[in-house]
Structure formats: C-alpha cells, structure tokens
C-alpha cells in the first residue's frame, strides 16, 4: 500500500502518518511511504503519486490537503485510492476525512461564549491547504452569523506557519481585535512567540485558540485548541483500503468525517476591557 503525506514535521501529518503505519502493520500490510519536501507544491505531489504507482504498490493512501481531487482521479482506473484527513466531495473519490465544518463551528462558538466580538481569523487560500482554508472560511461564517466583526487574514506564504502573524500583531496594537483563531496550532504557536517578544500576552492582551491539539506540551502551554480525531481516522482508512485490495467492486463510495473535541486552555479568557 502507498502512501503520499505531507511533511510530518506538521505534528497533525506526524501523528496521522504513525497512527497509519501502526494500523497497516495490524492488517498485515506493507506501507510504502512518500513525504514530498515541506515548501513543494501540487506538481511535486503529482510526481509523488506517480512513483508510487510505478512501484506497483496495490492502493494508494493520499494525506496531504493540496494536490487537487482532479490530479488524483487519473489513477484511479489503475488503482483503488482513498484521501485521508482532507476534505472530499467528488462522487467517485472515497474520503475519510476530520468534520471541519462542525470543528470550525466549536472553535468559534466558544470564542463567541467568551465574549469576543472582534476576531481575527487566520487561515490560507485552497492552494497551500484545502482543509486549513475550509476551516477559517467556516470560522469566520459562524462568527459573523453570531454578529461578531470577523477580520480575515490571509496566510499566502507556502510551507510556513510564520505568515500571518505580523497582521494579527497590527491589529492587536490598534485595538481592533480581542480575539484571533489560528486554522493550526503551529501558527498559534509562531504568533505567541513573535507577540510576546514585544509585550503582547495570551489571554491578558488577545484571546488565542488554534486547531489539531496535537503539539507536545500543548496542555504545559496552555493554548486552547480542537484536538483531531487522528487515530479514528487512521483506522478506518486502512480498514477501507483493505476492504478494497480483497474486493474493490464491493466497496461503495462514502465520504466520511469524523469530529474531534475542544480543549478550552489558558489562552482563550473573556473578552478583556477596551
């Protein structure tokens, strides 16, 4: 079985990809494993994916939220494939996936619950990530609904949590925010350090949450963020791709999602007095 993962050095592609391996090994699988360069775009993917298939591996598993449903589906006459941990809609692509829509939606009623108003939501365009985009799109949707004045900051720098920050950073200073949700926690973590080097706390100055729940020490941090149903993921993908190598006409197309829980930390307080 083939697999093509987005740089695990991302602890939300780390986590997955060993959850995956551990699973393959209990259906007595072989994993092949292909982890193009962080900062690559699609095209490297592409070239990834068909090495894969000249390995002649039986399936392919595809983790990585930027190579497009469209690039995949030319090997699909090949080869059974199934995307893991990234949004899928395609009718003939199966997808097992986290339920960003319903994380988005926690993460900003529980900003709305505290008392902010003001948000800045950080998240990229679909290129960099389709999940991480799909996430700040519905955030932002869900805090306007609630009547919250959403500020959107786009993070257009690929293969970097660092983008982004600087804005926030503005907006703190200016007053217009009390608030700013991150789509992962490696840019909630970027922003804190750059913001506390000019004497900017969480929650003292702005309320901070991030997505994945999946950095060591997260709780010692105390950043308040989603934590991602890794492992349920994991499992029910290598169950599906096994189901597929014994039989794959009986294997109808489903796109699952699955939910994870919100972890309140320090970092998220009530709205502070402006």
Not at 19 to 44: C, F, H, M, N, S
Not at 98 to 105: K, L, M, R, S
Request: hydrophobic share 45%; glycine share 8%; net charge negative.
């Amino acid at each position: 079985m083939g697999l093509l993962i987005r740089s695990p050095a991302n602890p939300a592609y780390g986590e997955l990809f060993s959850k995956i391996q551990e699973w393959t090994d209990a259906y007595g699988l072989e994993l092949v494993t292909v982890a193009p360069t962080y900062y690559r775009g699609a095209a490297d993917e592409l070239s990834a994916l068909r090495r894969l298939v000249s390995m002649r591996v039986g399936a392919i598993l595809v983790s990585t939220g930027v190579i497009r449903t469209e690039e995949l589906k030319q090997f699909l006459p090949v080869l059974p494939i199934v995307t893991v941990g990234r949004p899928e809609s395609d009718p003939e692509v199966y997808g097992i996936s986290y339920d960003e829509a319903n994380h988005a939606t926690q993460v900003a009623r529980a900003v709305y619950g505290c008392g902010h108003r003001k948000v800045a939501v950080v998240s990229p365009p679909t290129e960099n990530s389709l999940a991480e985009h799909l996430r700040g799109v519905r955030t932002a949707e869900v805090l306007r609904d609630l009547g919250c004045e959403v500020f959107a900051v786009d993070a257009n720098a690929f293969g970097t949590s660092k983008d982004g920050a600087g804005a926030v950073i503005d907006l703190v200073q200016h007053q217009s925010v009390t608030a700013a949700v991150f789509s992962n926690d490696l840019r909630s973590v970027e922003f804190l350090t750059q913001a506390r080097k000019i004497g900017i706390e969480a929650p003292r100055d702005l309320s901070v949450v991030g997505l994945d729940g999946l950095l060591p020490g997260l709780e010692l941090m105390g950043l308040a963020s989603l934590t991602l149903p890794v492992d349920v993921v994991a499992r029910r993908a290598v169950e599906v791709i096994s189901q597929m190598l014994n039989d794959r006409e009986s294997v109808q197309v489903r796109h699952e999602l699955y939910s994870g829980e919100l972890h309140p930390g320090a970092s998220l307080g009530v709205v502070p007095r402006m």
